[in-house]
Structures are given as C-alpha cells and as structure tokens.
C-alpha cells in the first residue's frame, strides 16, 4: 500500500506539470513574439521594385519569392503564439531598411537583402534563403557588355546597397573610369538607363531578371551572364531575439528538408531561368538544418 501511494503521488505530479505546461510556454513568449501576440499584427517590410524577390504586383499587393517565405513564417507564428494574426505591409528602402528593424517599425525584412558581418552589427540575419551575384544591364543597341568597355560611362546603382559597394571596388580594381550614379530605387535606375541617362545599370543578376519579366520592352535589355560579387540573401530581424529568429530558421530549414523550397523557387524564378545555378542547390544542402 505504500508503494501505492507513493506511485499515486508521483503521478499527481506529473499530471500537475502536464497541465501547468501551457499557461507557463504562453508567459514565455518575449521579445517581437510577445508584442505580435499583445497587438494580434505582424508588420512585414518589404522593397517595392525588387522583383522577382519582393515587389507589388498588378493589383498592388507585396508579392515576390521573399514575400512567399515570410508567408510560411506568419503561419508558424500563428502556432506559436496560438492565434491568427493580421499581416501588414510596410514598403521600405535601401537605405532606411535597418532602421525601421532598430526603430521597431516592422518585425522582419522580408526582400533582397545581403547577409554581411557589418550588417550584423545592427539586425540578425536568418538562415540563406538566396544566393545571386551583382551583374550589369544594358541596352540591347550598346555596345558595351562589361566593366572593360566603361571608361568614360555612367553606371547606375541603388544607394546603400552591397552592390554599390562591390562596383566601386570592380571599377578600382580594373582601373575603370567611369562615373558611379546613385538611385534611390531600381525603377529609377531602369528608367535613366532606358533614357539613356546612364550607360549600364547594376544590381543583384536575380533582381535584373526580374525587373526585365516586368518591363514593356523586355527585349531592349541584356543582362550580363557574369557577376562580380557573391551576394548571399538573408531576412533581417531585431539584434539578440533568438525566440522569433529561431521560428524563421525553422520555416527555412523545413521549406529546404521538404524541398518545398523549389516550388517557390519556380514560381518566381524558374520560369525565367533555364536550370537551377548549382550555388542555389548547394545552399539548400547547407541550410537544411535538422530538426
């Protein structure tokens, strides 16, 4: 009878921690979870005219290969905290994107953003969702294709951006003269390269394939089949928040394990593209994280 009872009261006790465990994961919830869960609003940033990443659509809404994953985060944030949650779109720059995380205007950069070390200093960065390299475009009449035929030329770029950077860096190092010209958005630069304001215009390869599936006159562009610069796509989130990181490099690990990845991956891009780059695999392989 003893040993019956102690059984009956371990067993209470454990029954008691079964039942205390969800009021206790509910307290826990900090950081960008908590403040998700205390307004029922998720605040998404994002690019308006980088496709096929992140850019509006024909009806005017966000859409784009970055935009699908952040999707997939919404719902698993939906799990975590045990309820729905409005989604709201906040359009950011090159240039004020960080801010916007450190100034808590929107909760993850959902785009085409480039995981660096300097970068770090201000956001975290999840897991890769892309890799690309920054290419040029030009018009299909000039006859100029690469960094060797620009002494003299006006290449245009995207202030702020990693490829900015990387193209002073490619004209230093080939001794090039040419002049860099700085825009606020690649619909600028696209359109002062079609009125021939500037020579080239240069961004990530990906974001030029995309900008040339939006265009009117796709055929007047040519985008350079080689890159200068290995971009590595990541989301940004708020510095040291480690619970709703963790719940974007979960999504990612299981879009990769599950290879749902390729679906997404060829409904923005694989149309445009003949095969997946070999990079775009291996990222896959490296980023499928086990559970």
């Keep these: 009878i ?85 989604v709201e779109y906040v359009p950011v720059t090159a240039e004020g994107r960080f801010k916007a995380l450190d100034d808590n205007k929107i909760d993850i950069l959902c785009g085409s953003t480039t995981k660096t070390l300097s970068r770090s200093e201000i956001v975290d960065f999840t897991q890769l969702t892309f890799v690309t390299g920054a290419s040029l475009m030009t018009l299909k009449d000039s006859k100029d294709r690469d960094s060797a035929g620009f002494d003299g030329k006006k290449i245009g770029v995207v202030k702020a951006t990693t490829t900015a950077v990387a193209l002073k860096k490619l004209f230093q190092d080939t001794s090039t003269d040419a002049e860099v010209v700085l825009f606020d958005s690649a619909t600028e630069g696209v359109e002062a390269l ?39 796509f990541a989301l940004a989130v708020r510095r040291n928040d480690s619970d709703f990181r963790l719940i974007a490099d979960r999504v990612l690990s299981d879009l990769y394990r599950s290879q749902k990845i390729l679906e997404i991956y060829d409904k923005w891009i694989g149309e445009f593209t003949q095969q997946r780059p070999p990079i775009f695999d291996a990222m896959i392989q490296l980023n499928a994280t086990p559970e």
């Design 194 to 232: 079609r009125k021939k304001k500037i020579d080239a215009f240069s961004s990530d390869q990906v974001v030029l394939i995309g900008i040339i599936t939006k265009v009117d006159d796709p055929k007047n562009f040519v985008i350079s089949s080689n890159v200068f610069s290995f971009e590595p």
């Design 2 to 86: 003893p040993e019956r009872n102690t059984m009956k009261g371990k067993l209470i006790i454990i029954l008691s921690i079964v039942f205390l465990a969800s009021p206790l994961s509910a307290q826990e919830l900090k950081g960008t979870l908590q403040q998700i869960k205390n307004s029922g609003n998720i605040r998404i940033g994002y690019r308006k005219a980088q496709p096929p990443m992140s850019f509006l659509d024909k009806d005017g809404a966000p859409a784009g290969y970055s935009i699908d994953i952040c999707k997939e985060i919404v719902t698993e944030v939906d799990n975590k905290i045990g309820a729905d949650v409005k």
